[in-house]
Structures are given as structure tokens and as C-alpha cells.
């Protein structure tokens, strides 16, 4: 599908909002164009909703969305007409010479045109749970979550001391029953106007010279330990939601020296509003220049523009291969399976993924064959990346191992036996000793060869 030897007309770096929307319309004008997904250097495939529970405010989903299954659409949409995807981060890309070539998974690949579309990560304070509690009460955007009902009512915080922190203190007032922020100087770094706005407010505590030290709670966050930076006390105080507002860190690496960035590390375009940048053929779309915005549907505009770009400066240029689809009007994008509990009726021997405790206890028990267990949770993004590549490698091996997927909200009991921390986790099993696990995401070549591995035991 990627040949190194030809020269694409256009590729797109990143999978979120903007880089599959760019896509979409670039398939449709006959471009096919190839997408670099990414997979771990600038987030994971399908971009920062991945992260996040429900999406409220992207047109057309009047009940709203989960995240991941709206990335998923977008995915879907872009593929079903035409577009190429490549799952691998983009490791370099030379923008000197043209064609520009990007490296990625090792092989050289030589375009006319690009369109940057790595968007920016939220800054986090890394403390410890962490994770556990990110989307169950620590969200880095209170304009996306500051609604979701979990937060009604309840007390909230908000850490930062900039415009952004102080924005979204005053907007959560709306909310919750009262809001901290959490300012680790003795000031405010926010605009004059905005500051005198929060110290107004009296539904809005400052606590000068804290900083988060520790997050507390069982299913849902419940207390944030704050430590006074000068006199060292420790003070807890019961929040059920926690907004970071520390910044954003732009996933311009790639270009760095090549394009201009500002202060911030924000790709500069060339005109604002623009999709062009300073080299005729780089197109950006999404938060990787968007300091401001940083919504999905302001991503999805601006992949819209940078495809709408670049085909017309193709066209000019006279660089355009057209590649016309046959039939003209694609196939239906497929329907997502959904897989149910197996129970003593459903369950089957053989089926190569099957889901719940029933088919795990009968595996466990009677197969002879290697068994993996995947443990998952509803709205775990990366669990959403990491089913599709396991599945296909567990169907490439024609059946010599059986997968079981536990949800681990479903199956609180086997998740705490098994020792499970956090989600995903993959354990595989043979003659019912665990052989090997791992946490987190993986390419589907590395899953491969560690299932393999396995396989080779009973060789
Ligand atoms: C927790 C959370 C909740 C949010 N909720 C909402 C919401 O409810 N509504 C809303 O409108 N917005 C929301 N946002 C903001 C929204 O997610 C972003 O504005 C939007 O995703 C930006 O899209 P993007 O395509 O520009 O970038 P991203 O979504 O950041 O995607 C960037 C892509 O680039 C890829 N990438 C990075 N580096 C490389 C590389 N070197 N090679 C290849 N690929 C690379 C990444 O893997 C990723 O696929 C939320 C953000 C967060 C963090």
C-alpha cells in the first residue's frame, strides 16, 4: 500500500479531528492521500478525544458522543473514501527539498505535499494516580467536561494562574457548588481584567503559593492534597473534579527549525487564518497552530482549509496524480461488531474473541491452546486502539490462541485478582500459568511477536 519508490501526492501527520477531516477531503478529490496515524511520540492514533468520555458540543450528535467512538466515525469516513493509513509515528520529515520526504516505521516516503496535523497535549502535573483518575474527575478542558453531571453541584478545582485558568475557574462556577484555584505563585499571571474578575467572585477561593501534591478517591476523584510551596503544610481539600490549566505543549518537533514556531512552540502560519505556512506545499490544520481555540470542530475547519489547500496548489503546480476510485460512490463503511458477554448458550470453544467472565473461567480451564485476556474500560481510549490491532494479530495466527476481554467495571472481582492497575492490560495464559503481560499500547508487529513467543512454548 505505501511504496517507498513512488511519490504520494499528499501526506497528512496525525489522526485527530483535523488530520482525518483533511483526509477526507483530499480522498474525495481523487488525491489518495496517505495518513500517518501516529502512534505514542504526539499522542495516540485518533488524537486527544481519545481521552476524553463524552463529546456534548460536536455538531450532529445531539445526545453527544464518547469520544473515541466519534474518532472512530471520522476514521471510518476518511478510509471509506480512499485514504491510506500508515500506523506509525512520523519520525523525521525534510522540508528543504522537494519532494519532501517523511520517515516513518524506517522507510523513507517522498511527497509533494504535507499537511501537519500533530496537534498539542495538554501539560500535566504527572502526579501519582494520575491516570487512574484522568476523565474520572481530572479533565485538562473545562469548556469540554465542566458540564458532564458528575460535576454538578460539587466542589471543583482548577489548577494554573494564567488567563486560561482564570477562564475556566469563572466558567465552572456555573457548575459546581464552588471552585478553588490553585496558584503555585503569589499572583496571577492572567490579564489585569480577568484577574480582578475571579478575586471578585466570591464562589471562587484562590489558595496563593499551593501546589496539587497528591489525588485521592476510589472510582472518582475525591480529595486533592495541597502542600503550601514556602511553609510546607499540607492542606486536603474535597474536590470531585480537578482542571489543569497549565498549558499546552504543541507537537511541532518535526519541524522545529524548519517552520516558524512562536514562543509557545505553536507553528506560525503564514497569514492568520491561513492553512498555508512559509514553504509552498506545508499545509497545517487543527491545535498544532491553534493557540487559541483548540476545539474539535475548529480542528475539523481548519482540516478542511488545509485540504481544500493543498489540492489547489497541487492542481496548480501540475503535481496532482489523480487516483479515481472504482465504483465511484465507495461501499458503505462497515458497522462496528459488538461483542456481548458470553454466557453457557453463546459461548463457543473456538470463537477467537469472546468477552466476559463465563468464557474466561472455560478457557482457563479447558483450552489447551494459549489464552489472552485483555482487560478494558468503557471510554479507555487506548483500550480503543489496542482491540483492533490484538484482534487482527490473534486472527493472522489461524486460531492458535483464544482472546477473552474483560471489562473491568463489569468484572471489578477478576480485575483485582488478576492485579489489574490500569487499562489496557493484556495477560496471556498457557497450561493456566501467566507467560507474559504488558499495560498500555502496542503496534500490531510487537504484539505479534510477543504472542508469538508464547506460541513458540508449546512448539
Ligand atoms: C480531555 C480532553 C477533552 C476534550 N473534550 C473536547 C470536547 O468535548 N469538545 C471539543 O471540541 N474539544 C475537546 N477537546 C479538545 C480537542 O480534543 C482538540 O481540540 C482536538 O482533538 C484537536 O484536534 P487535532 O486533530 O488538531 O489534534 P489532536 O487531536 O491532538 O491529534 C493529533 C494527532 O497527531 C498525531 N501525532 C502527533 N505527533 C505525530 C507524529 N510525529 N507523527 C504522526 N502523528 C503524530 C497524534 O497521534 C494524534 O493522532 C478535548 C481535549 C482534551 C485533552
Excluded at 505505501?2 to 501527520?13: A, D
Excluded at 471510518?76 to 506509525?88: I, N, P
Excluded at 493543498?310 to 472504482?326: G, H, Y
Aim: some cysteine.
Amino acid at each position: 500500500m505505501v511504496s517507498p519508490s513512488t511519490t504520494e501526492n499528499l501526506v497528512v501527520i496525525g489522526s485527530g479531528p483535523a488530520g482525518y477531516t483533511a483526509a477526507l477531503y483530499a480522498a474525495r478529490a481523487n488525491l489518495a492521500p496517505l495518513l500517518i496515524t501516529g502512534f505514542q511520540e504526539g499522542g495516540i492514533p485518533g488524537g486527544q478525544l481519545m481521552t476524553t468520555t463524552h463529546v456534548e458540543n460536536f455538531p450532529g450528535f445531539p445526545q453527544g458522543i464518547p469520544g473515541p467512538e466519534l474518532m472512530d466515525r471520522m476514521k471510518a469516513q476518511a478510509v471509506r473514501w480512499g485514504t491510506r493509513l500508515l500506523e506509525a509515528d512520523a519520525d523525521w520529515l525534510d522540508l528543504r527539498r522537494r519532494p519532501f520526504t517523511v520517515q516513518a516505521q524506517g522507510q523513507d516516503l517522498r511527497t509533494h505535499a504535507v499537511i501537519l496535523a500533530t496537534g498539542a497535549r495538554a501539560n500535566r502535573l504527572h502526579l501519582p494516580r494520575e491516570g487512574r483518575f484522568w476523565s474520572r474527575g481530572i479533565s485538562a478542558c473545562a469548556v469540554c467536561d465542566g458540564a458532564t453531571p458528575q460535576f454538578r453541584h460539587e466542589p471543583l478545582a482548577v489548577v494554573g494562574g494564567g488567563d486560561s485558568a482564570c477562564e475556566e475557574a469563572h466558567a465552572l462556577t456555573k457548575y459546581g457548588s464552588h471552585v478553588h484555584l490553585i496558584v503555585r505563585r503569589n499572583r496571577l499571571r492572567a490579564s489585569k481584567a480577568m484577574a480582578d474578575r475571579v478575586l471578585a467572585n466570591d464562589r471562587i477561593t484562590v489558595h496563593w503559593e499551593h501546589e496539587v501534591v497528591a489525588l485521592q478517591g476510589d472510582d472518582w476523584l475525591a480529595t486533592v492534597e495541597l502542600r503550601h510551596r514556602l511553609a510546607g503544610s499540607i492542606r486536603i481539600l474535597p474536590v470531585r473534579g480537578l482542571f489543569y490549566a497549565i498549558g499546552h505543549t504543541p507537537n511541532t518537533g518535526l519541524v522545529q527549525g524548519q517552520l516558524p514556531l512562536d514562543g509557545e512552540g505553536y507553528l506560525t502560519p503564514q497569514q492568520p487564518g491561513q492553512p498555508d505556512t512559509v514553504i509552498p506545499g506545508v499545509f497545517w490544520a487543527g491545535d498544532v497552530a491553534d493557540r487559541r481555540w483548540r476545539q474539535a470542530v475548529t480542528a475539523a475547519a481548519t482540516g478542511c482549509q488545509a485540504a481544500l489547500a493543498a489540492e489547489e496548489w497541487l492542481t496548480e503546480q501540475n503535481l496532482a496524480v489523480p487516483v479515481s476510485r472504482k465504483p465511484p460512490q465507495p461501499e458503505p463503511a462497515p458497522t462496528p461488531q459488538k461483542v456481548s458477554p458470553a454466557t453457557e448458550e453463546t459461548y463457543s470453544p473456538t470463537a477467537l474473541w469472546q468477552q466476559g467472565s463465563y468464557a474466561l473461567r472455560r478457557l482457563y480451564h479447558d483450552s489447551p491452546d494459549p489464552l489472552v485476556v485483555i482487560y478494558t474500560a468503557p471510554g479507555c481510549g487506548p483500550c480503543h486502539v489496542l482491540k483492533p490491532q490484538l484482534r487482527r494479530v490473534v486472527e493472522d495466527l489461524d486460531g492458535r490462541m483464544h482472546t477473552v476481554e474483560i471489562n473491568i467495571e463489569a468484572d471489578p472481582e477478576i480485575a483485582r485478582q488478576a492485579g489489574v492497575s490500569g487499562t489496557p492490560t493484556i495477560q496471556v495464559f498457557y497450561k493456566k500459568e501467566l507467560r507474559y503481560q504488558w499495560r498500555g499500547v502496542k503496534q500490531r508487529r510487537m504484539i505479534r511477536a510477543e504472542l508469538e513467543k508464547v506460541l513458540a512454548l508449546g512448539d
